[in-house]
């Protein structure tokens, strides 16, 4: 039979087309321990055989379950048994080396859900094999403390989370569990070459200004240019509700429709219906302010 699993001290004897998965039956064919691992007795009898069945990359698009018969050796000095195992199986689960690597090539690019279907495993043993390899690259790589940088939130399934960017780089450099003025305050003490932050990018929320202020007190505070706009321009709405609820009827007719967009649309965006209603605005109207 063509080797289909080309995995070392492993041959395949046969295989099945379930139809939602392809099933590979094979033998372990490793070289036998000559004497025990933990007392060193010698030789070792045989202790009958075991099937156990490992996940393995998709083929034509299905999941693999590779179903191996292992035979099994017993000491007969201290009753310990082996197991002949091979260096294309994963040691903490299920699967071969080589799923472990598929998944985490991919894991960063989909879902974990679309990713367990693919391959045929839980959804748990993904996001497993995921979070072990997120910490061997966080062990990997150390990230230079930036000199300018962004602090904001992102929402993830109804929760805020403080996301750190690096504005020179243009990249994200840390993404913490919640925005907590305790957990913001503990991760600034903590931080490493904090003193290297010369300027920090933040929103209007008040616990941001007083963590940094305290913790990063050479630092110089910057309010992020969308959120000081988005301030002005709630303001600006207001002051012209507050217009158009004085105004005539004749008045409200000719300048309602499309006047808050005329106020709000940046000057190059601008129609010429919005500079005339601008205009007019400040020809006719500038009076009633207060």
């Not at 045989?46 to 034509?60: E, F, L, S």
């Not at 940088?149 to 929760?159: A, C, P, R, V």
Request: proline share 4%; glycine share 4%.
């Amino acid at each position: 039979m063509y080797d289909l699993l080309q995995l070392t001290q492993i041959r395949p004897i046969g295989m099945r087309d379930d139809g939602d998965k392809i099933l590979i039956f094979a033998e372990n064919i490793a070289t036998p321990p000559d004497r025990c691992d933990k007392c060193g007795n010698a030789p070792l009898y045989k202790h009958g055989k075991r099937r156990y069945t490992y996940a393995d990359t998709p083929i034509h698009g299905k999941p693999v379950k590779v179903e191996i018969e292992t035979r099994r050796y017993r000491c007969k000095a201290c009753g310990t048994v082996v197991t002949l195992s091979s260096p294309s199986l994963d040691d903490r689960r299920v699967a071969t080396r080589r799923l472990v690597q598929y998944i985490q090539d991919r894991c960063f690019g989909t879902t974990f859900t679309w990713l367990a279907n693919e391959v045929g495993l839980s959804l748990n043993t993904v996001k497993g094999i995921t979070q072990d390899y997120a910490a061997h690259l966080e062990e990997l790589v150390e990230l230079e403390t930036p000199r300018l940088l962004g602090l904001d939130e992102l929402h993830i399934l109804g929760k805020p989370r403080a996301v750190l960017v690096n504005l020179e780089m243009r990249s994200m450099f840390d993404m913490l569990e919640s925005r907590t003025k305790v957990l913001l305050t503990n991760y600034f003490k903590n931080l490493k070459n904090r003193d290297r932050i010369k300027w920090v990018v933040i929103d209007m929320w008040k616990p941001y200004e007083l963590v940094i202020g305290k913790q990063l007190p050479n630092a110089r505070i910057v309010i992020d240019r969308f959120h000081v706009v988005k301030e002005a321009s709630k303001k600006l709405d207001e002051l012209r509700r507050h217009l158009q609820s004085k105004l005539s009827s004749e008045d409200r007719i000719k300048l309602k429709k499309h006047l808050r967009w005329s106020l709000l649309r940046n000057e190059p965006n601008r129609t010429e219906k919005d500079v005339e209603n601008i205009e007019y605005i400040r020809n006719h109207m500038s009076h009633m302010q207060n």
